[in-house]
Nanobody, 116 residues
Framework: QVQLVESGGGLVQPGGSLRLSCAASGSILRFYVMRWYRQAPGKQRELVASITSGTSTWYTDSVKGRFTISRDNAKNTVYLQMNNLKPEDSANYYC??????????WGQGTQVTVSS
């Protein structure tokens, strides 16, 4: 069992930056992939970015070139650096991982609002 706790959300103007953190209660070394999802009101949850234990990354098209996912295994933390934020990036952002053949884990979410 592991708990994921997101932080770093907030209100930012268009063009601004935020860095989200996802701190795990235990080692993340056993998790092959760590992901960030987001969900805006009235919309489905969507995968934003993922990173493997080998540090391969993937991004949804709408955030490529603006967002960067990274992981610090020593700190059991995954980050999402978000630059040049747009109003359409406003959503609740969730951290996710899954044990191989086992349960999935979600954080409680952190709200990002991009508005002038």
């Amino acid at each position: 069992q592991v708990q994921l706790v997101e932080s770093g959300g907030g209100l930012v103007q268009p063009g601004g930056s935020l860095r989200l953190s996802c701190a795990a209660s235990g080692s993340i070394l056993r998790f092959y992939v760590m992901r960030w999802y987001r969900q805006a009101p009235g919309k489905q949850r969507e995968l934003v970015a993922s990173i493997t234990s080998g540090t391969s990354t993937w991004y949804t098209d709408s955030v490529k070139g603006r967002f960067t996912i990274s992981r610090d295994n020593a700190k059991n933390t995954v980050y999402l650096q978000m630059n040049n934020l747009k109003p359409e990036d406003s959503a609740n952002y969730y951290c996710y991982t899954v044990d191989t053949g086992g349960p999935a884990y979600w954080g409680q979410g952190t709200q990002v609002t991009v508005s002038s």
